[in-house]
């Protein structure tokens, strides 16, 4: 199982910032859409990501004038990036290595989806319950 197949199921929708907009506004954005991060992109380029974490850590250092904050003051600058090829087991390691639950998928210099920690944790446990499922049939067969 690899990126392309985790897509085909859950689409390829991103939420999207500019990096002017307000921490707030972000915020906001997170709630609405029930999501944990938003990629923040200069016209077809992608500049960031901003997560929950960072917005709890800008009002945790700055109070609620951090709200005002564009995100481009608070946002990741460097994101690591997946590729439709890259596997399940090499996503699991980057978010594991770089401490973080989202990456952003890229193909062609093109930002075309995100998958986060739950994605993966879903498809691995679908996985597992196929795996046990086809393990019980061949014991129950007597091969
Ligand atoms: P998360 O675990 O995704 O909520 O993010 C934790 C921290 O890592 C936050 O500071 C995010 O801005 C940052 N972050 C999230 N995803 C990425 C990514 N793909 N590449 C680099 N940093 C990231």
Redesign the pocket.
């Known amino acids: 199982m690899n990126v392309a197949t985790i897509l085909k199921s859950k689409g390829s929708d991103v939420a999207k910032l500019g990096p002017d907009v307000s921490l707030q506004d972000a915020a906001r954005l997170l709630t609405e859409k029930r999501i944990?991060?938003v990629v923040i992109m200069e016209g077809d380029r992608l500049v960031?990501?901003?997560?929950?974490?960072?917005i709890v850590?800008a009002v945790s250092q700055q109070g609620a004038v951090a709200l005002t904050t564009p995100l481009r003051e608070v946002?990741?600058s460097?994101?690591?990036?997946c590729g439709l090829n890259d596997s399940v087991d090499e996503i699991m390691d980057s978010m594991t290595a770089?401490?973080?639950?989202?990456?952003?998928v890229v193909e062609n210099e093109r930002l075309i989806g995100i998958i986060?920690?739950g994605d993966v944790v879903k498809h691995r446990m679908a996985e597992t319950v196929m795996e046990t499922e086809a393990l019980k049939l061949y014991i129950a067969s007597g091969a």
């Open positions: 944990g991060a960031g990501i901003l997560s929950e974490r960072d850590k946002m990741t460097r994101v690591v990036t770089g401490r973080f639950r989202h990456l952003p986060s920690i």
